[in-house]
Structures are given as structure tokens and as C-alpha cells.
């Protein structure tokens, strides 16, 4: 528990009475934060780009998640969906996305203070203030947000009283170049190339039957598609498999004995058979430089070893993890960490170098504050390019920032978590994906 001091403030101006609290994105963090104004009769409407709430997790919704159900839902949801009559699922399994989103996340859409607020297939295309760039300071903190959103061809602008970000950031991955930047050739191969977590056994299955697959990156991501590429290999005659990785081991793919979540070590357990075998072909420090076409398939230039080498591949999968997409919020005065682009209060707490899943410190709006009072980045998002998130953790920063947004100091300042022991920390490898919580 902390209890953190902090300056006066301008809490409220009566010129934002009656606006709504303003919540980019519709999945588990932005609807557990919804969850929590309900319950604290604080108006409210979300936006989410997607045709249907959890848009993004829709698309991997064929993966296990690696925390069981007690840790993948939000209190003050959990509250509102009991006085339905909602079953909560039994602890200690591990769903998949799809039952989170079937059991758990569309119930809670369901509900009427939710659903009557809730508006799809709008994107948030930038923030602001009403009437202020970000280089006028006088009246900002009582002057409204002004959100510029795209429906269709449409465009329009809304104004609101504070802004949850929590748009997550599974729509923007990591360069597959060593270097943070697209890799030279790509726009000429970019048909070969996956976004992470394919339905490789599914709705996707013919793109990887019979190919080359070569995935790239060390995280948890990249772990689940190699594992279902190795059942596809024996499955289908020609299914070959090969994971490129840019340091010498996975460090966060190792299935170490301390995890406190069974399904996350036994992933990297399950990873290190398959190397073993060899049924996935490792190729370790190797630095991408460019990517070439190569008749119907792609070659994969880099350095390894300080020699240039070139891998053949008929697909291409960017497991490399995931960034903010910030370009919505150049309007907007943000405090971020130069290294890891989350929240500079929050970027030592999370700094992948030192610390894994299990081992972040319990914290709230304090450390989510940008010097733009009441906006506020929260769950994947807020990491950054961290790879360490849990949802547990985004539901303890929502329930903090809603708290605030209601003047409740008290109740903003008092953070706890407890999160299982991961038993995985790198030291040296930042390439990595969080998924799944």
C-alpha cells in the first residue's frame, strides 16, 4: 500500500460541469474503467475504433492467456455483473481470449449504464484542448478536452472533462528492424509479413500450411505462434519452422520453476522441447538490416555474428512486441520516459531490464499524471514499449484514476496489487511481447 503527498491542485471548473469523462478504447482496462465511474455515478462515454468492444483481442482470441480468471477481472466489474445474476468462472483456469470476451468483457458491455455509452467504429484521430494548442498554458486546466473523431468519412469533434487513454497497442507493433525503424524493402515484401498472434491453426491456417514461417522476436507472442506452428508442422507435410531472435537466449520465453503462473512457464517450457527436438529451428543473435523480395517469398537480411546473411522465408511473423501509437496526442502535454515511452513516474517501476510481470510496484494516478491535468494512459498502453503488463495491473490504475476524477484523494492514493511471481527477468532483451496476462 502507498499513500502518496501531493500538491493542491485546480480540481474543477463549473465550464466543465455536466461533460462526460472521455475513454479511448473499449477492451478489458478501458471497460473495467467504465466499470468503475458507474459504480461512482460519473458520467462517461467510450470510444472504440473497432465494429465491437475488445476489437483488438478479437484477433488473437485463439489464445490461452497464461493468468487464470481470478486475475482477468476488474472488482468494480465483477460487483455490477453479480448484481445480474452474472457466474463468475471458476478460479484457477486459464481462459482463452475468447472466453474473455464471451464470459466476461461482452456481459459487461451489456450492461445498460455501459452499452448506453458506449459508441463503436469511432476513431479518437486526436486530443486537445477547446480552443488551445499545447503552447498556451493560461485557463488550460479548466478549459475542456476537445476530441476530434472519425466515423466513416466523417468528422467531428466532442469536447470532454478528462480523457482515459486506454487504446492499448496491439495495432502498432515493433519495427522487425534491429535498428527501432522499417526495415529497408519492407514496403515491397509487406504481404509476407503477419502481425503477431496469426490464427495459425484456424482462420489462417492455408497461409502457413506447406511454408516457411521464420518468427521473429523473444516474448511471449512469439512463443505462442511458434507452438502452434510446430503442431501445423506435424499436421501438414512441408510446415517448416524457424524463430529469430536478435541476443544470444529468449530470456523471457525461459520456462523457469519460480512462475506463479503455471501456463506462463510451461509455455517457455514447451518452446525449449521444440528447439530441442528440433522441430523450430533458433537462429540467435541475429540483427536485421533489410528485406528482400525473392520470386514468391521474402528474404530476411541482417548481421550476425558482424557476417551478412540472408534467411528465406515464404511468411514472415513480427512477433517483436508492440509501441504507443502517440501521433493522436501531439496536442497534449506528456511527461514520457525517453527510453520505454511510458509515463516517466512509471517507466522505473516497469523498466524490463529489472523487472518482470510479477514484480512491478503497485501504482496509480500519481504515477500516471501527464503534466495535462485529468489525462491520463492507462493499461498496455502506459507501459510503453514494456513488455511486462498485466491486466491486473491496468485494473488497479483505472480504479486509482476514476477515484481521483471523483475527488476521492483517499481512495486514488491507496494503491495494492498483488501480483504472482514471475520468476522471468531479463537483463538484457527488451524485444520481447507481454502477451497474454
Known amino acids: 500500500m502507498t499513500l502518496i503527498d501531493l500538491t493542491p491542485t485546480v480540481r474543477r471548473s463549473s465550464r466543465l460541469d455536466g461533460l462526460p469523462v472521455a475513454i479511448i478504447g473499449a477492451g478489458p482496462i478501458g471497460l473495467a474503467a467504465a466499470a468503475n465511474l458507474v459504480e ?17 483481442m478479437r484477433s488473437w482470441r485463439h489464445i490461452r492467456l497464461f493468468s487464470p480468471w ?12 453479480a448484481a445480474t445474476g452474472w457466474q463468475e468462472p471458476p478460479v484457477g483456469v486459464a481462459p482463452y481470449a475468447a472466453g474473455i470476451i464471451d464470459d466476461y468483457l461482452a456481459p459487461l458491455a451489456a ?5 448506453s455509452r458506449t459508441r463503436t ?26 476530441l476530434r473523431l472519425r466515423e466513416g468519412a466523417e468528422l467531428s469533434e466532442v469536447t470532454v472533462r478528462a480523457v482515459i487513454d486506454a487504446s492499448g497497442t496491439y495495432e502498432n507493433p515493433n519495427s522487425l528492424g534491429s535498428n527501432g525503424l522499417i526495415p529497408l524493402g519492407y514496403a515491397e515484401v509487406s504481404d509476407h509479413v503477419s502481425h503477431a498472434l ?67 512457464a510451461s509455455l517457455g517450457q514447451r518452446v525449449e522441447r521444440l528447439v530441442a527436438s528440433g ?24 548481421s550476425r555474428a558482424g557476417v551478412i546473411e540472408a534467411i528465406h522465408a515464404d511468411v514472415v511473423v513480427n512477433a517483436t512486441g508492440f509501441r504507443p501509437n502517440l501521433d493522436m496526442l501531439r496536442e497534449i502535454r506528456l511527461e514520457l520516459d525517453d527510453i520505454v515511452e511510458a509515463p516517466r513516474r512509471l517507466a522505473p517501476l516497469i523498466d524490463p531490464n529489472l523487472h518482470s ?43 486509482s484514476i476514476t477515484a481521483w476524477l471523483d475527488d476521492d484523494l483517499a481512495a486514488a492514493s491507496n494503491v495494492e496489487l498483488v501480483l504472482p511471481a514471475t520468476g522471468v527477468c531479463s537483463t538484457d532483451d527488451a524485444s520481447g511481447s507481454s502477451c497474454c496476462s
Not at 467510450?46 to 475488445?54: L, M, P, Q
Not at 450492461?111 to 452499452?115: D, F, G, K, S, T
Request: aromatic share 6%; hydrophobic share 40%.
Open 40 to 56: 461512482r455515478g460519473v458520467d462517461f462515454v467510450i470510444y472504440e475504433r473497432g465494429d465491437s468492444i475488445a476489437s483488438s
Open 70 to 81: 481470478e486475475h482477468l477481472i476488474d472488482p468494480a466489474a465483477r460487483r455490477l455483473l
Open 111 to 115: 450492461l445498460e449504464p455501459i452499452a
Open 121 to 146: 467504429s469511432v476513431s479518437v484521430e486526436s486530443v486537445s484542448r477547446e480552443g488551445m494548442d499545447r503552447t498556451r498554458s493560461t485557463g488550460r486546466a479548466t478549459t475542456p478536452f476537445v
Open 198 to 264: 496469426p490464427d495459425v491453426l484456424g482462420t489462417e491456417r492455408a497461409r502457413f500450411a506447406g511454408k516457411h514461417t521464420v518468427v521473429v522476436g523473444a516474448g511471449h507472442s512469439a512463443a505462442n505462434t511458434l507452438i502452434d506452428l510446430a503442431k501445423l508442422a506435424r499436421e501438414e507435410s512441408g510446415t517448416t519452422v524457424s524463430w529469430l531472435i536478435r541476443n544470444s537466449s529468449a530470456v523471457r520465453v525461459s520456462g523457469s520453476a519460480d512462475d506463479e503462473l503455471p501456463g506462463r
Open 279 to 302: 522441430a523450430i529451428e533458433r537462429i540467435d543473435r541475429f540483427e536485421i538490416v533489410r528485406l528482400e523480395a525473392s520470386g514468391a517469398a521474402v528474404d530476411i537480411v541482417g
Open 357 to 399: 510481470c510479477g514484480t512491478v510496484a503497485p501504482h496509480g494516478f500519481a504515477e500516471l499524471r501527464q503534466p495535462e491535468p485529468d489525462f491520463f494512459i492507462a493499461g498496455m498502453k502506459s507501459y510503453g514499449r514494456a513488455p511486462t503488463f498485466l491486466l491486473a495491473t491496468g485494473y488497479e490504475q483505472v480504479r
